[in-house]
């Protein structure tokens, strides 16, 4: 596949303003800045002490909420962003270019202003240079057991994100909930040929796969119910561990023009299904929720990984770590976010998804929150780490045969 951008970010028909894609510089934090409250704190060391520890892996779990804190929204809220952009040109940000020495607190320096001028230049940014494609299809695993650490959310944003950068891309929804395929608005009621039919009945991938609705090049492998029951119905098959692989390989060797990224969103588990991911998988992505209970677990998924590539799939590499759900109102979060940062040094990406309520809406109208919000500061981080990953590249693992 030639290395080249099909299609830049700013060149769809109905893009306004808000559409736009994504570079990042990796030093910036894309959080929207907030007072912090100081409310939440920890102990120094303490989340390095759980991430270098022999962690007794918990299963599944719940989101774990900041203690006291509501949930930081999209800040600052801009109903129409076109006219907030075309505002803060007018207004704003023409003040600041030519600033009065003696009006060193004009209304500039407000702190709606400011984000709003730092969103401008962030969007500025993204559209200031297309993304490269890879030169060969890079298959993701979205992976945590720990549950709603924003596995689905990651997934389905950076697939639209890189769908809507002119990249072809393919979500695999490998979870029985079946929320990528509700976030990708395509269909997965029970009855519906899925990810089921192909890993149990032998059915070739290209025979469920549909298209999504999003913008651009999208399409899913959906999940429904019956993957429930998959786990168990595995255990006594052959090559239990190798059939997603196997089936997605056959897919690929048939296609004309393969997919630039392929993104397998896990069930928060660590069973068949997940290993099926792995040994899928060339890559994995660990989305990590700023919060100090999301790193538990984390030392038993590296394990599980290490296990994976040295009997299963020697190309399997974590490639990229992501901090989600950023509230920078709390010590907690800048605390857990610079811990993970010290761990993993080449993996964690700049970007920051912030928590927002954009991001957590949009699946409820079956889309991405680049398709359901572009403006919002949600989509504009997603954007920007989808430019990371892409302009990183696939890291270079020795005898990698796709
Ligand atoms: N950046 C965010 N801001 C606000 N809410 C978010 C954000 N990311 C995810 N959420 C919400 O948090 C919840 C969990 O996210 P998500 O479903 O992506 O996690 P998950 O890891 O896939 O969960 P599971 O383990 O159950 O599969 C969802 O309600 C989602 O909308
Ligand atoms: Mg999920």
Redesign the pocket.
């Known amino acids: 596949m030639p290395n080249e951008t099909r299609r830049g970010w700013f060149h769809r028909k109905d893009d306004d303003d808000r559409s736009v894609a994504a570079s990042v510089d990796d030093t910036q934090s894309t959080a929207p800045e907030e007072a912090d409250s100081g409310a939440d704190s920890t102990q120094d060391g303490a989340v390095g002490a759980i991430l270098s520890a022999d962690a007794a892996a918990p299963t599944?779990g719940s989101?774990l909420e900041s203690p006291s804190e509501p949930?930081a929204d999209d800040l600052p809220t801009v109903p129409e962003p076109e006219e907030a952009t075309f505002h803060v040109k007018q207004s704003d940000i023409a003040t600041t270019a030519t600033p009065s020495p003696s009006s060193a607190s004009n209304e500039s320096e407000t702190p709606l202003a400011r984000e709003v001028a730092d969103q401008t230049r962030r969007r500025q940014a993204l559209a200031s240079a297309p993304l490269p494609l890879p030169d060969h299809t890079r298959i993701f695993t979205i992976s945590?057991q720990?549950?709603?650490?924003?596995?689905?959310?990651?997934?389905v944003n950076l697939a639209a994100a890189l769908a809507l950068s002119g990249a072809k891309v393919l979500v695999i929804d490998l979870?029985p909930?079946g929320?990528a395929s509700t976030a990708l608005g395509v269909e997965h009621r029970s009855d519906t040929p899925s990810v089921y039919d192909v890993i149990i009945g032998d059915v070739p991938l290209g025979d469920v796969i549909q298209a999504s609705p999003e913008a651009g090049d999208l399409s899913c492998v959906p999940a429904t119910i019956h993957l429930a029951g998959a786990e168990i119905e595995l255990v006594s098959l052959v090559a239990r561990e190798q059939r997603l692989r196997r089936a997605l390989d056959l897919h690929l060797k048939q296609m004309a023009e393969p997919y630039d990224y392929v993104f397998i969103?896990?069930?928060?588990s660590l069973g068949l299904l997940t290993i099926n991911a792995f040994v899928a998988a060339n890559e994995v992505l660990i989305?990590i929720q700023c919060e100090y209970y999301a790193l538990e677990g984390l030392s038993q998924l590296l394990k599980n990984i290490e296990l994976i590539e040295k009997h299963l799939n020697p190309e399997l590499n974590v490639s990229t770590i992501l901090l989600?759900?950023?509230d920078s109102r709390t010590n907690l979060a800048n605390q857990v976010a610079q811990d993970v940062r010290d761990h993993f040094p080449q993996q964690v990406l700049g970007t920051i998804?912030?928590?927002?309520?954009r991001?957590?809406e949009?699946?409820s109208y079956g889309q991405s929150v680049i398709g359901y919000d572009p403006g919002s500061s949600?989509s504009l981080s997603y954007l920007e780490a989808a430019a990371e990953i892409a302009r990183r590249g696939a890291p270079i693992i020795e005898g990698a045969r796709r």
């Open positions: 599944g989101t949930p945590n720990k549950g709603g650490v924003g596995k689905t959310t990651t997934t979870d909930q929320n969103d896990c069930p928060p989305p989600t759900m950023y998804i912030p928590r927002s309520v991001v957590s949009a699946p949600g």
